[in-house]
């Protein structure tokens, strides 16, 4: 058995895939070198369809090779922000909005996501979600941009309205070299 906590984003998608089912629409938000957007796309099988944004390139055409290696075609690549959302996926009709924050590991770490986008962003995510939906949020502290995007979104979430919507947030408490943090929110039946 793997030791599931000790892996911050296989356990950010197990949660995730816990509210999707096959035929499902979902939104990878940050498709990058889109090892998320293989585990929706089998989650939500031939049936169901991903959406996978990314504003880089690069990432959608590692994405698209992943994707071909695993014989998947069940993507819809959306090469704009995640803040654009709303113009590509009706309002209430995904079951899940998946943000890995940061930059493309191995890429140009200047194109970053950033406090004031990713707020956007997942305003439109939840906008996005449909009632007993997720958006799940992976955030990484270990560079400045993300130190301020991450403080920025939980203040953000503490303050949801608590009477529409749940957060759930994980941090490993022991661990040396700011491992990855999780945030869970989900809109209220
Ligand atoms: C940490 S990587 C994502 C990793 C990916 N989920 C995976 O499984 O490999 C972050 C990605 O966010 C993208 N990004 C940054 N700002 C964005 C925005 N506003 N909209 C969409 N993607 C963005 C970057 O180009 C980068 O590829």
Redesign the pocket.
């Given at each position: 058995m793997t030791d599931l906590i000790t892996r911050t984003?296989e356990l950010a998608m197990s949660v995730t895939l816990a509210y999707v089912e096959p035929g499902d629409t979902v939104v990878?938000?940050?498709?990058?070198?889109?090892?998320?957007?293989v585990a929706l796309a089998r989650a939500v099988g031939p049936e169901g369809q991903v959406l996978a944004?990314?504003?880089?390139r690069?990432?959608l055409i590692?994405?698209e090779a992943r994707l071909h290696a695993h014989g998947i075609d069940n993507v819809h690549f959306v090469d704009?922000?995640?803040?654009e959302m709303s113009s590509h996926v009706p309002g209430g009709s995904a079951a899940a909005v998946?943000f890995?924050?940061?930059?493309?590991?191995g890429?140009d770490h200047s194109?970053?996501?950033?406090a004031e986008?990713?707020i956007e962003?997942l305003e439109v995510a939840l906008r996005t979600i449909q009632r007993g939906g997720i958006v799940t949020v992976?955030m990484?502290d270990g560079h400045d941009a993300g130190k301020l995007e991450k403080a920025r979104v939980l203040d953000w979430a503490q303050a949801l309205d608590s009477r529409k919507f749940h957060v759930a947030y994980v941090s490993m408490l022991n661990q040396q070299n700011d491992p990855p943090e999780i945030l869970w929110i989900t809109k209220k039946k």
């Open positions: 984003t990878d938000a940050t498709c990058g070198g889109g090892q998320d957007t944004f990314d504003i880089q690069k990432a590692l994405t704009r922000s995640f803040a998946v890995n924050l940061g930059y493309l590991p890429g194109i970053t996501t950033t986008t990713t962003g992976v990484y």
